[in-house]
């Protein structure tokens, strides 16, 4: 087995999960004896990545301005400079400036993308499909550029399904008394209720407005319960307003929490009687569902998606028709009444993620050889 040099470019390397599949790919990178490199414009994962022998590179690849042209040369000169084997983009505007870097390389290094969202139909959006190798992170990530995309070939996708990691996430998991009580204290939560969450970056389109609503029934109709928010609302947004505006409107200001950005999301997790993922358009794949089920806590969500592939591979009772928030109320009540036992099966694995990826690296390093 060649010893490979690897590339992953993407916008910054804070939360979410095309950042955490770049940080699992580095990792198994390493640990393989490859040499992993990062091109991103930083962020809070840069330190821990190069802790575990990746190097970072800072390049501001998703600034959406003319300076993002400048990043052309620089990238190409990166590449050319490392004797970069693949490059491997992870998002829309990176995956341009790659194409655009790659162009004059001879030789020219494997291009792969990964097809991490169910992006907007578009010629930006086309750029995802220009890779010696697709990765889809689901069968409905694929489906959906297959559908969308009928000049990309089948045969140049490969499914990869994201993952999750059971020594982390281990069946049956829970933080000791200690920190659950400390947790509820400083959150201001009574004890006795029970908690309800929803993690994610705090968008329109998560959900959140029909949480609050079903947080708002529970209130009236019982049983005791509390809502927990767990993640940040991206910069800038409006929506902040709009959501505390209707959490206040429906009088449930003291039954939900916000936590914010959180590294404890196992523990969080953990402590919820039910966990919920009620995203209005599909996800391409459903991780915090899939995190959920792996540590034996009952899930709800919408079947569509990923979220509705990883559910009805694992626990299809959780599954509602996106947008009934009457069934959604109705499947909680039922849950909280007599918690279902959730499967102890994780199909969707990171190791076997890292190792189908690596995979696929060698394969196209290999040709690019011959």
């Not at 750029?127 to 889809?136: L, N, Q």
């Not at 794949?285 to 990923?306: C, K, M, N, Q, S």
């Amino acid at each position: 087995m060649s010893r490979l040099t690897v590339m992953q470019l993407l916008p910054a390397l804070n939360s979410g999960g095309v950042e955490r599949g770049t940080f699992e790919v580095a990792e198994a990178l390493v640990k393989a004896g490859h040499r992993s490199l990062v091109v991103s414009a930083g962020g809070m994962l840069v330190a821990p990545l190069e802790a575990k022998g990746s190097q970072h590179f800072k390049l501001a690849l998703g600034s959406k301005s003319l300076r993002v042209l400048g990043t052309v040369r620089a990238l190409r000169d990166l590449i050319s400079r490392n004797r970069v084997d693949i490059v491997h983009a992870r998002s829309r505007l990176p995956a341009w400036v790659a194409l655009g870097a790659l162009k004059k390389l001879d030789p020219r290094p494997r291009f792969v993308t990964t097809l991490h969202g169910l992006n907007s139909v578009s010629r930006y959006s086309s750029v995802m499909t220009r890779g010696d190798r697709v990765i889809a992170v689901s069968e409905c990530a694929r489906s959906y550029w297959l559908d969308h995309y009928p000049d990309l070939p089948p045969a140049r996708i490969t499914l990869i399904h994201r993952g999750i990691d059971p020594e982390i996430f281990r069946y049956g998991f829970r933080p000791e008394q200690e920190k659950r009580d400390l947790f509820l204290n400083q959150a201001g939560i009574p004890k006795e209720r029970r908690l309800l969450m929803l993690p994610g970056r705090i968008t329109e389109t998560k959900g959140f407005g029909g949480f609050v609503n079903l947080i708002a029934r529970l209130a009236v109709m019982g049983p005791d319960c509390h809502g927990v928010i767990v993640g940040d609302f991206k910069p800038g947004s409006s929506y902040r307003e709009r959501l505390t505006e209707r959490i206040s409107r429906l009088n449930v200001a003291d039954r939900i929490t916000f936590t914010g950005q959180r590294q404890d999301i196992r523990d969080l997790l953990a402590m919820a009687d039910i966990v919920y993922s009620l995203s209005s358009k599909p996800e391409s794949f459903g991780r915090t569902a899939a995190e959920g089920l792996a540590l034996g806590r009952p899930v709800i969500g919408y079947d569509h998606g990923g979220v509705g592939e990883v559910l009805g591979e694992i626990f299809p009772e959780g599954l509602v028709q996106p947008g009934d928030e009457v069934a959604v109320l109705e499947k909680t009540q039922s849950f909280l009444e007599r918690s279902p036992e959730v499967p102890d099966r994780q199909p969707f694995l990171k190791s076997q993620m890292q190792e189908e990826t690596l995979a696929l690296y060698q394969s196209l390093a290999s040709r690019l050889s011959t």
